[in-house]
T-cell receptor, first 114, second 113 residues
Framework: NAGVTQTPKFQVLKTGQSMTLQCAQD?????MSWYRQDPGMGLRLIHY???????DQGEVPNGYNVSRSTTEDFPLRLLSAAPSQTSVYFC?????????????FGPGTRLTVL | AQTVTQSQPEMSVQEAETVTLSCTYD???????LFWYKQPPSRQMILVIR??????QNATENRFSVNFQKAAKSFSLKISDSQLGDTAMYFC??????????FGTGTRLKVLA
């Protein structure tokens, strides 16, 4: 099992450009989510999905879109990048077992918007 | 609203010594889980230890243990016999009822040789 994979690992964009951060998991997990990590602010939830075809907003959804067409993939789209979106992005997947929702994280993508 | 607070932005400890990282939380749920994650310079988020709220016994994983005080809503992490490889950011997290995790702002721990 590869676990949770994210591509790319690093990305530099110019203001106004668009791009998609890829996330895939091979553990057949129902739940997937996207977080951003900023200094002094911990991890904040952007969007999440509880299954294929179902997505919902987290704490900081503005400027980001997601879709979940398959169980395995959960891409995050930046439609028009802004410097405020400079951050480290983590994708995570999880499954509820015995009442415990345990999350597994990808390696992260460091995004810089100039 | 659920919150997680880590009031120590940075800490340091001598190698082989013991250090305790603090975490307080707030939730109105009765059933929830608490976690400590380690984030080394590699950036990977690594689960260190977890605690089920319904269990009174404190969780232990090798050199890592927690002091879970449910009434006080406190969940501290104790690292014994600190090693240089323990140098990392440590995040406290809460999940209850819904799927959403709530993270604290992190404590940067440096282990000194």
């Amino acid at each position: 099992n590869a676990g949770v994979t994210q591509t790319p690992k690093f990305q530099v964009l110019k203001t106004g450009q668009s791009m998609t951060l890829q996330c895939a998991q091979d553990m057949n997990h129902e739940y997937m989510s996207w977080y951003r990590q900023d200094p002094g602010m911990g991890l904040r939830l952007i969007h999440y999905s509880v299954g294929a075809g179902i997505t919902d907003q987290g704490e900081v959804p503005n400027g980001y879109n997601v879709s979940r067409s398959t169980t395995e993939d959960f891409p995050l789209r930046l439609l028009s990048a802004a410097p405020s979106q400079t951050s480290v992005y983590f994708c995570a997947s999880s499954i509820v077992r015995g009442g415990l929702n345990e999350q597994f994280f990808g390696p992260g993508t460091r995004l810089t918007v100039l | 609203a659920q919150t997680v607070t880590q009031s120590q932005p940075e800490m340091s400890v001598q190698e082989a010594e013991t250090v305790t990282l603090s975490c307080t939380y707030d939730t109105s749920e009765n059933n929830y889980y608490l976690f400590w994650y380690k984030q080394p310079p590699s950036r990977q988020m690594i689960l260190v230890i977890r605690q089920e709220a319904y269990k009174q016994q404190n969780a232990t994983e090798n050199r890592f243990s927690v002091n879970f005080q449910k009434a006080a809503k406190s969940f501290s992490l104790k690292i014994s016999d600190s090693q240089l490889g323990d140098t990392a950011m440590y995040f406290c997290a809460l999940v209850s009822g819904t799927y959403k995790y709530i993270f604290g702002t992190g404590t940067r721990l440096k282990v000194l040789a």
